[in-house]
Each structure stands twice: as C-alpha cells, then as structure tokens.
C-alpha cells in the first residue's frame, strides 16, 4: 500500500529539521525519512574532540538557544547533538528513522513516487535534505594496497585510533587544521600537506569572525569569488578558539609541506606551493582586518585597538626551504589522514533535476522540475547555507515556494 504525504523531506540532519519546523508552521503535512537516526552525521562521522566553528550565540536555528552555554564558546560535538535532539523534540518533527530512500520517480498528477525499505510512498513535494558532507573524497594517490594506513576525516576519531608512528595529515580546511594540531599535542609526528586556503582571523578588535561576516556583508555573497571555488577555509573554534597560523604550526613540530602530488616507489612527493598558499593566506587574513578597520572608521566606532594582528612570526626551514619529497619508510610514517572534502551522491534521484557531474540544478534550492527542492549544501544560496543559521534561513524560503504552490 502507498503511504501518501504532502512533503517528504529526505534526511533529519539540520536541513531536514529546519525545513520541519518551517512547514510545521505553514500546517503542511510532512515526514521526514532518516535512513540512520537524528542527525546521525554529527554523532558518527565526526572526531571526538570537534567542536563548532561558530560561537554558541550565531551557530544555531533563531528560535532555540544553547542553554547553559557560554554564548561566546564554541559547542562540543556531543553538545551539538543534544541541541539537535531537544530541537527535534520541542517542534514535534515527524521522524522516522532507519528507512533508506532507494529511488525517487516521476508519478502521476505531478506527483513523485519513493521507493524506501519500507516500502513506497508518494508526494507532492521532495525535498533533499541529505547535506554536504554525502561521500567522502581521498584523491587516487597512494594505492591502497600499500603499507600504509589510508583513512578520511570523517573515519578519524582521535590520536589512539592511528598506528604507532608518524602520520601524514592532507588538506588545509577547518578539518585537517585541527586533527593536524590534536596530533601534534598527542605527541605524533605530523606532516602536514597545506593547498590553496583562506584563514580568516578567529577575531579581531573584540568580535568573533563570524561577526565580521555578517556587518561587512560576506554571508549574503550568493557565489564564490572566482578561482575560489576549491580554496578551504582554516578557522575553528578548538581550543577555546584561536587564529589559525601555520608558521606556528611549523614552530610547534609540524613540517608543513605543500599540496600532496604523487606516489612512487614508497615517496611521496609535493608541489613547490607551500610558501605561496601560505601568503595567498595571509593576503585573505589581511584583506579582512583591513576591511575591519575601514568598518569601524566609517561608523565611528570605539573597538579596541589591535596593532599586533599585523604581526607574523618567523618562517621556519620548513617554509623557506620546503620539502618535496619524503621516505615513507626512511621516516616511519605510518598512517595518512585525508581531510579532502565530501562530494555529493544523488543516485538515488531518478528526477530530472542532476547535472552529469551529479550536482543538483536548482536557483536557491528550488529545482527545475517543480516539487524537488534542495537544503543543506554549500552555497546553496549564499555564502552562509551550508551553517546552522544559514539552512534555517533556505529552508525558510523553499517552505515559503512550498506553500504558495
């Protein structure tokens, strides 16, 4: 027997939940379909010690606070997961969890058929909720059959998981930054292969980044700047929230190297980048509080002076006299941690509405064909969906298309 519903919302991660609460207050009938449990990517497929990348006060959904948190600290992972429960519980979102959607199809009078394990369903609207972080990526670089043990960000918990011996970590982002530096003080060798990347200060004059990125109008950017579109961006909130500085990662005992280039006859070896990535960095760093400063002239305002932002410290060997290749063998690295991005997977979308690259086609998450819809990826509609904040704010407006059809 069909089971029949308005809206069908595909995963009860954070897009799934936000799109709930939004139709919940349009009175639309809904369910979402969850083929693990609520928000399952953050309880297993992120590292112990990860916290938020925001502060408590602008990492959330506008209508439930972190309660019993500093509002200027950064969110542990387990707290993220209660937040996202108490969520779920206090708008009453129609879950069912441990169902996997098989197929998605055109049926009739407009409507799309769901093949699920358990068992069909039909809809007027669809709305892929399924986020950024589908399939993991690990550049076909090192074969696998090597000795070495090849594992993603996403796999990776802590420093007790990993083989005796040094390890490789690749990839420059958020990820790989503060996995690479939790390595580092657990008292591993760490190499660490650094491409293209922004780091934007974790503060400056008094205001977290994110701050920054709301007055001077970056969130609402609905592209990213050309050439920028694989550039990662190095900024977290671990360790109580600091910049994040490779020359001090350098100066620590992290040998910074540059971006990972091939494997032959037990060597890696990496492109002659690492130096420029570094000030391409630091020119993104400085752009910033340069922007910041303007900010606060123009509107007269009393923040607190920041001249040593403007310092760098010394450039270690490492920088100036970069590695090229390395000995896996000769240097006992014994492990790689790939922190390379997710790419997506909509296999299962047997709708007209993927390009041949598998991406989804869509203008601000509504798709071509009307009733498929899209939450939770980056630059969605703007700089800031894939956060917290931002896919409470698309799923605001495709709920808003949702009613009006």
């Known amino acids: 027997m069909i089971k029949k519903v308005h809206t069908l919302i595909i995963g009860a991660g954070q897009a799934g939940l ?7 207050n349009h009175n639309i009938d809904h369910l979402i379909l969850e083929r693990d449990r609520v928000v399952e990517s953050w309880k297993t497929s992120r590292w112990d010690s990860l916290v938020a990348n925001g502060p408590a006060w602008h990492d959330k959904f506008p209508t439930l606070e972190f309660a019993e948190l500093n509002q200027d600290s950064f969110a542990s992972k387990d707290r993220v997961v209660e937040y996202f429960e108490e969520f779920a519980k206090k708008i009453k979102a129609p879950i069912m969890e441990n169902i996997n959607v098989l197929e998605v199809t055109k049926g009739s009078k407009n409507n799309f058929l769901i093949q699920t394990s358990d068992g069909e369903y039909e809809a007027k609207n669809v ?12 550049p076909k670089i090192i074969p696998h059959h090597s000795n070495l043990e090849q594992l993603h960000s996403k ?12 390890v490789l970590v690749v ?22 292969s650094i491409g293209p990347h922004d780091r934007p200060p974790r503060s400056y004059r008094g205001k977290d980044n994110v701050w920054w990125l ?16 694989h550039v990662t961006i190095a900024v977290s909130g671990y360790d109580g929230g600091k910049t994040i500085d490779f020359r001090k990662f350098a100066h620590s005992g992290i040998t910074l190297l540059g971006m990972t280039k091939k494997y032959e006859n037990g060597k890696l070896y990496f492109s002659d980048d690492l130096k420029k990535n570094i000030e391409n960095g630091d020119k993104n760093y400085l752009d910033l509080i340069n922007e910041a400063d303007e900010y606060i002239k123009k ?10 932002a403007r310092n760098f410290i010394s450039e270690h060997s490492c920088i100036t006299k970069p590695i090229l290749e390395l000995n896996i063998e000769e240097l006992g690295i014994t492990s790689v941690i790939w922190a390379t991005g997710y790419k997506h997977n909509f296999n299962w979308m047997k709708v007209d509405v993927i390009d041949d690259d598998g991406k989804p086609i869509h203008e601000s998450g509504i798709a071509k064909t009307p009733g498929i819809y899209f939450l939770g990826l980056p630059w969605l509609s703007m700089r800031g969906s894939s956060f917290i904040w931002g896919v409470w704010k698309d799923a605001k407006y495709v709920v808003e298309h949702i009613a009006n059809r």
């Open 155 to 166: 796999f990776y918990k802590n420093p007790q998981q990993l083989k005796k011996g040094a």
């Open 171 to 192: 990839g420059s982002g958020s990820s790989g930054s503060q996995i690479a530096e939790e390595l580092n003080k657990a008292n591993k060798e760490v190499y660490f």
């Open 18 to 24: 936000a799109a709930s609460e939004h139709l919940t």
């Open 299 to 308: 509107n007269n305002l009393s923040f607190p002076e920041e001249p040593e």
């Open 127 to 138: 709305i892929a909720a399924t986020g950024a972080f589908q399939e993991p990526v690990i």
């Open 214 to 229: 709301g007055v001077l109008g970056k969130w609402d950017a609905k592209t990213p700047k050309p050439g920028t579109q």
